[in-house]
């Protein structure tokens, strides 16, 4: 895939805040890139900087290999569709889409025919002179979509487009995003604070905190194999337990040994374990390895979700499955070899932000 | 826009508002009673505007009067603002047009139909009169400055005080009233500012010998104002600079932000 | 609940004592004569043509001083929202603090400036410019306008426009607005209710003051204020000058219904 | 102190006497001066019709007397508690019955005319001495006319040879087109201010209270003061006491201790407008009395005619005119 | 358990539009109940007459079966959790808890005890004195919990108490709720439109839509169990199939017979079948009664959703599963008996909402 977008070196401050320190990115064609972390890590800093909303203290930005550093918002060949959809309030539905276009002088019969195109596109035909307050949320959000794709952007910047929805809503939209990124076949990047949605819907996920990159990978990679505390407790509820690692392949967890599938870490080496919640397997007492008492369970919907207290060291695991366990039931834990992910035991703060330059 | 144009532009439009400020300054120490001659520097102004009773007199006059009006209209007018929260929405517009007819209708109307209605009914123009043609162009203000303040979230404050036992004047008063309280400050201070600075409705409601000051200054416009009348506005304008400028420093400090 | 509404009662009975009762006596003056008769004598002096000629004068000027003070509080106003939160505070501080001079005085200095021998003539003399004109004529009348309501316009545009959210203002830009449009095309129109509200402030004021063409007028022109106040003080024809206020309140109706069609909430306007 | 709340309210035009006379009043009797200004006599006139607000003493012009007296809003004067009105003189008291013609209801202030206030430098070599010089094409835009509605029309029919009561409307219309000529020429219709604008040499001549001459001349030392050829106004202002007063023994004296000649010749040498106190005269210097642009000359005063009312109908058309000439 | 509150009969009209009809209800001493359904359903009317803050037009409301259908809500022993918590920005977190116990004239010192009590109780000690735009939403959930707390009420009302905080937030929320109810041992009504809070939370559900009662049952009911297809479609994403009937215990779907559980339907009658999509089991080709093809597949953190065309029929399966298929390959799929759930087609749009009275 070629390459699009570049960020090279990009420092930005506020006032004191050093909001994103020396950040570096490259984004390739038609990709759906997700730019997750936590509030305040510098997510919507790094879109702002890509839309030109914001300049950057020190760095470059590529677009298709020209320098576009300088270049003032309405030249960039990128469309923003922002948080609170930032609709025009006093333009009814075609008039928002169309904004672009009339500023563009293009020719009213391409104007009309694009608007159907689009509302088409995000299932809204027949809203053209709807005006803005009388729609839904979702609506809102698919007209802001609208609205940046008629203009066909190489690129849409996407900052937490979802956040104001409700659940039922915010799932459906997550489909119709996909759908959309994958008629159009232009590169996606979208900010988001919520997990869930960032697996869901990306290519590749970038987990950032305090403006620098903690992970890259798919979701997959991100979720099954996190490379440090942080990113394994951010992405999911997760079990994260102090360990040794004997030897290659072998851990120590709660004084149990337990086979597992990493290599590399020296011997007797006190490491970081990460074991999913639906990765602990619960057995009768003395079916497995640790032993432990059921502390609480609830019904999600799908399993159930159990803090089981090892009687060993008061640890409380985290887990989920499908039987029903009763409170104050004496049960085992064990975990199958390729569900455990050793991970180093940060030395400094520092060292914890891993920063990619890729 | 350039930054330093963006300075420039605000420069020359503050220039142009703060040009007779400046006059007006300048002339209170001027020596000569003749706005047409700077003869040197005086203080004889600044004294005989404190040695005139007249003068003095007008002082008092124009800060009792904005201060009653102002807390009268302060109260009527929060009162009214919740209470037309509490209207239906054909009602609420009704009730918020006869509230813009004051502001709307130009104060030379306004003064004159006050004038005519104190005589129809046999008042006697006195300081009340004057009290009571301020009230009524003042509640305007403050309804505007508290009713945007009156919203879902005071009426959600207001049931959450009942719902923990609180009877309905003690959430008012405890709850509802702090809530609205910068909408208050606010419409307070804009009511006091066009009081003091009202001129034309005082000038057809005062009585006998009830000047402010700006019904003096005008009484002066046409025999020549005497420069103790430029002193007088110096002092007040420095005092309310310096008296915003400590309630902006000090809620800045608190966090809380007057704007005005 | 109904007890909320009994709140708004000494207002209630406030706006019917001062607010109806007045324009019910207003009205009681212009449509009788000196002995108690009904006529519409009074409303109808409008047409007469001095004072035609004097409402045509006043009507010119309110709208030239309001174009004016548009034009500057405009730009004014989106400097104001741009420029960071900090300053803001002191800019509405700055074009508030001059109200707290009295207004009287203040346009009275401008007699004092632009005397044929006073301030500024004298400045520009000193810059090798020729001296104005100015004093005593239409012009010093509207600088008085545009000076003394100014802050009218300043303030109720700021306030919607302060409103505006910055991420509109964004999205314009992003879909390829340049400076102007974004200013033709999502500022003005998104900021009419502040206009409205701003351009009654100013054209109201301005259409009925006699206080302004008094002092800078030099007593050489005569607007419907003046004559207004003329009736009332120089020559003693309350019937007349009532008749002619009711005509006056003709405006103030038609600017209720602007401010009923563009400001609907009546919040987001003055102050 | 203000002994027992007892107040006077004066009503009279601005800055027409010593202020420093009302602490004096109030230290020598403990009655409490409340004063009140206006600007022309119209001005007052509907407050004390309508009885909007109750004064006690006021000081109006000869014609707004006459007109008070004949709508009964004055009362009599009780010569009793103002034994001080020996002062007067007696010249002053006759020219006094052209609008109380028994002398019972005012008391004289001052007296005196208009004239023309010229800037000799100014005005270069013309000769300035008739009420037609302020139609002077060549002093465009430096001419100052009163902004009064009698004071003002005097001035045209005192060229048209009409009396300043006129109320024959040709003559009056024929006044009025005069005025609209010479209103191209005029740099401000102004009442006191006049004296300031000449004295800042804003304007070249201007028409002005012989009152004033003195005081100008300390501002300025080319101005220079003359009572036009044609004639002109003799105003006598007097004090008077409302029919509604609370307090009429407060004002009388008041009026009384207005009268005292000490207390005159203060005020005059405030004021500088003539007074009509003999006694006060006395006491001033030699120049003074005989400066004739001050206390005029028994010629001049032949010269002049002095207001009267014009009845409503009379009031009505002046005002009429004077919207006219003022809409132009 | 004792019965506590009842509804009986409640008929609420705003204007013309009928909210609530004929709405009956029975809440017992210590319950966690759940009103869940759509946004505009009711539920915070239902809240709001309870609390005293709206009047019913028709009905009556028993409290330990005394009559307060009249009573202001400054009298009635209840306490409102107000869904964007409504505490009063001018009083610190102390002034804010103690508001209600200064109403009621208790000493300093109760005062005092009861606020440290309930700080601790919420894991907020030392926060007395904060000032209350100085806490994160979170925080100001609990103060709000804290303040309704100290008064000791019977009951507590919440109104979408987590609405405004986001996933994980809400998560952790969630389990504080839980253990508080379980402290204070007092009954909670809680209101949500989010079936998975409803799901976990809750002893008992009541599902409502337009006004009516739909179904009311432990969270395992509703989620296993559905009574109509509004439930089955609200409680999650399930597929809902017209089936037939065979006989008791077996029913044909796409063309398919399948054994079933569920008897009493009357032979061959038209049902709905629901199916949830963690129980759709995922086969390769020929070892599953439903041959389809996998249309598109995401990851969703635990698992992975696909959506796999029957080839029958066209109808779209959504389906979860720990195994990762590829897009168009070629699966069957199968599902036990008792994952099967069969409901009465509605005859009516009527007859689809059934009016409880319990
Ligand atoms: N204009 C600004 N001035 C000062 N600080 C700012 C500004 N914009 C952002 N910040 C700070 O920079 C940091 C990063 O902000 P940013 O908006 O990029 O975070 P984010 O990751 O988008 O967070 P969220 O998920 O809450 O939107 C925050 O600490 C924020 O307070
Ligand atoms: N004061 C009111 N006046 C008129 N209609 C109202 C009023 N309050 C509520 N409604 C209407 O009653 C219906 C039910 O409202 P309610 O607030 O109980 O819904 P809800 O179930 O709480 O919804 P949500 O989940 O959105 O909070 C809605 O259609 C709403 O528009
Ligand atoms: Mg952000
Ligand atoms: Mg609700």
Redesign the interface.
């Known amino acids: 895939m070629k390459e699009l977008i570049k960020l090279e070196h990009i420092t930005k401050n506020f006032g004191n805040l050093r909001v994103l320190d020396d950040f570096s990115l490259t984004v390739h064609e038609n990709e759906f890139i997700t730019l997750l972390g936590p509030s305040g890590c510098g997510k919507t800093t790094i879109l702002r900087i890509l839309g030109g909303f914001e300049t950057a203290d020190e760095g470059k930005i590529f677009f298709e290999e020209k320098d576009i550093t300088d270049l003032p918002a309405n030249k960039r060949n990128l469309n923003t569709v922002f948080q609170k959809y930032a609709l025009f309030p006093h333009m009814n539905v075609k008039a928002n889409i169309a904004f672009g276009l009339k500023i563009n002088g293009k020719s009213q019969k391409y104007i009309d025919d694009k608007v159907d195109y689009a509302l088409n596109l995000v299932n809204l035909k027949g809203f053209e002179n709807r005006s803005i307050d009388k729609l839904s949320g979702g609506q809102q959000q698919r007209i802001a979509m609208a609205r940046a794709i008629v203009n066909e952007p190489k690129v849409l910047l996407l900052d937490e487009p979802l956040g104001a929805l409700d659940l039922k809503l915010r799932q459906e939209m997550q489909y119709e995003l996909i759908r959309l990124k994958k008629e159009l076949g232009i590169t996606f990047i979208y900010v988001t604070h919520d997990q869930e949605e960032a697996l869901t819907m990306s290519d590749k996920v970038i987990v950032i905190n305090d403006g620098y990159i903690q992970q890259m990978g798919t979701p997959e990679e991100i979720y099954n194999e996190p490379e440090n505390a942080f990113v394994a407790d951010f992405i999911g509820d997760s079990n994260i337990i102090g360990g040794t690692m004997i030897k290659d392949r072998l851990v120590k967890i709660n004084g149990h040994e337990f086979p597992c599938i990493d290599e590399g870490f020296g011997n007797n080496k006190l490491v970081d374990v990460v074991i999913r919640p639906e990765d602990v397997i619960v057995r009768e007492r003395g079916a497995g390895k640790i032993n432990g008492t059921v502390l609480t369970r609830v019904f999600i919907g799908v399993h159930y979700e159990m803090l089981i207290k090892s009687e060993e060291n008061e640890y409380e695991w985290l887990v989920q499955c499908y039987e029903k366990y009763d409170i104050g039931e004496k049960v085992s834990l064990d975990v199958i070899p390729s569900n455990i992910q050793i991970m180093n035991k940060p030395t400094s703060s520092d060292e914890e932000a891993i920063d990619l330059d890729i | ?1 350039k930054k330093s144009l ?1 300075f420039i ?2 420069g020359i ?2 220039l ?6 400046i ?2 300054v300048v ?1 209170s120490f001027n020596e ?1 009673k ?4 700077f003869s040197g520097f005086s203080l004889k102004w600044y004294e005989e505007m404190f040695s ?3 003068i003095m007199q007008a002082v008092i006059n124009t800060f009792t009067i904005a201060i009653t009006a102002s807390i009268t209209a302060t ?3 929060t ?2 603002a ?6 239906k929405s054909k009602q609420q ?1 009704l ?16 003064g ?9 009914f046999g008042i ?3 300081w009340g009169t004057v009290y ?1 043609a301020h ?2 162009f003042c ?1 305007p ?1 403050v ?3 508290v ?2 303040r009156v919203n879902k ?1 005071t009426n ?2 207001y ?10 004047t ?1 959430a008012f008063v405890k ?1 509802v009233l ?2 609205l ?1 910068p909408g208050i400050l ?1 419409g307070f201070l ?1 009511a006091f ?1 066009m009081s ?2 009202d ?2 409705i005082t000038h ?1 409601t ?6 402010t ?2 019904t003096l ?10 420069p103790s ?2 002193a007088l ?1 110096t002092i ?2 420095v005092m ?2 310096i008296i ?1 400028l400590l309630v ?1 420093f000090l809620s800045k400090r608190g966090k809380e ?1 007057v ?2 | 609940m109904t007890s909320k509404k009994a709140l708004a009662t000494p207002f209630m009975i406030w706006i019917v004592a001062g607010t109806i009762i007045p324009i019910g006596a207003i009205a009681y003056y212009g449509l009788t004569d000196r002995n108690d008769r009904f006529t519409l004598e009074n409303v109808l002096a409008i047409g007469n043509s001095v004072h035609l000629q004097a409402l045509w004068l006043s009507v010119l000027l309110a709208l030239i001083s309001t174009v004016i003070c548009f034009l500057i509080a405009y730009p004014l106003a989106i400097i104001m929202k741009n420029s960071n939160f900090g300053k803001r505070g002191f800019m509405i501080f700055l074009f508030i603090l001059p109200m707290w001079m009295n207004f009287l005085l203040r346009t009275m200095a401008w007699q004092v400036l632009l005397e044929k021998n006073g301030v500024i003539n004298g400045m520009l003399e000193a810059i090798g410019l020729p001296g104005q004109e100015i004093i005593n004529t239409l012009s010093a009348i509207v600088l008085g306008m545009v000076y003394d309501f100014l802050p009218f316009m300043i303030l109720p545009i700021y306030n919607v426009i302060s409103k505006i959210d910055d991420s509109i203002i964004e999205a314009a830009y992003d879909l390829g607005a340049s400076t102007s449009e974004v200013i033709t095309q999502i500022y003005l129109p998104l900021s009419v209710p502040g206009i409205v509200s701003g351009v009654n402030m100013v054209f109201i004021p301005s259409l009925t003051t006699f206080v302004i063409s008094n002092m800078l007028g030099g007593g050489k022109i005569n607007l419907i204020g003046n004559i207004i106040e003329q009736e009332f003080t120089v020559s003693s024809n309350w019937n007349l000058g009532s008749g002619l206020s009711l005509v006056m309140m003709l405006f103030i109706v038609v600017s209720m219904i602007f401010l009923e069609r563009f400001d609907k909430t009546g919040e987001d306007s003055f102050i | 102190g203000n002994g027992g709340g007892e107040k006077v309210y004066i009503y009279s035009y601005g800055d027409y006497f010593d202020p420093d006379l009302i602490g004096m009043f109030e230290e020598e009797t403990g009655i409490t001066v409340v004063l009140d200004t206006y600007d022309t006599c119209e001005e007052m006139y509907p407050v004390i019709k309508n009885n909007s607000a109750s004064y006690d003493v006021l000081c109006p012009s000869d014609y707004m007397i006459e007109r008070l007296i004949d709508e009964d809003l004055l009362s009599e004067i009780n010569f009793d508690n103002v034994p001080n009105i020996k002062n007067i003189g007696d010249k002053y008291m006759e020219m006094s019955k052209e609008f109380d013609p028994d002398n019972k209801y005012s008391v004289p202030h001052t007296f005196g005319t208009a004239g023309i206030l010229y800037n000799t430098e100014m005005v270069g070599d013309t000769v300035i001495d008739s009420w037609e010089d302020l139609w002077n094409e060549d002093f465009s835009g430096e001419i100052v006319m009163q902004d009064s509605i009698r004071d003002t029309f005097m001035v045209a029919e005192k060229i048209l040879g009409y009396s300043l009561n006129t109320v024959d409307e040709d003559e009056l219309k024929e006044a009025t087109e005069l005025l609209k000529e010479q209103k191209p020429l005029v740099y401000k219709y102004a009442n006191d201010s006049t004296r300031d604008i000449l004295a800042s040499e804003s304007a070249a001549m201007g028409v002005i209270w012989n009152g004033e001459y003195l005081y100008a001349l300390e501002l300025n030392d080319k101005l220079e003061f003359v009572v036009p050829k044609e004639g002109s106004q003799l105003f006598v202002d007097s004090w008077v006491i409302t029919k509604t007063s609370e307090n009429k023994e407060n004002a009388e004296a008041w009026i009384n201790f207005m009268c005292r000649e000490d207390i005159a010749k203060q005020n005059f040498e405030y004021l500088t407008y003539s007074c009509p106190n003999v006694a006060a005269q006395a006491l001033l210097d030699e120049d003074v009395l005989n400066n004739e642009k001050v206390f005029l000359t028994d010629e001049t005063i032949d010269n002049c005619e002095v207001l009267k009312d014009l009845g409503p109908e009379g009031n009505e058309l002046y005002s009429k005119y004077w919207k006219e000439f003022k809409a132009e």
């Open positions: 826009m963006k532009y605000i439009v503050a142009f508002l703060y040009l007779p400020i006059a007006l002339l000569s003749s706005m047409a001659v005139n009773r007249m109260i009527i007018g009162l009214a919740v209470g037309i929260d509490g209207m517009n009730v918020l047009g006869f509230n813009n007819i004051p502001l709307l209708n130009a104060d030379i109307v306004t004159i139909a006050l004038l005519l209605t104190f005589l129809m006697s123009l006195n009571l009230v009524t509640i203000y309804i505007l400055s009713r945007p979230s959600t404050l049931e959450a005080a009942l719902d923990l036992g609180a009877s309905r003690y709850v702090p809530e309280r606010a804009l500012t003091v600075d001129f034309v057809f005062r009585g006998a010998g009830i000047n000051i700006s200054i005008y009484s002066q416009v046409k025999v020549g104002i005497r009348l430029f506005s007040i304008f309310v600079l915003l902006n932000k704007i005005y």
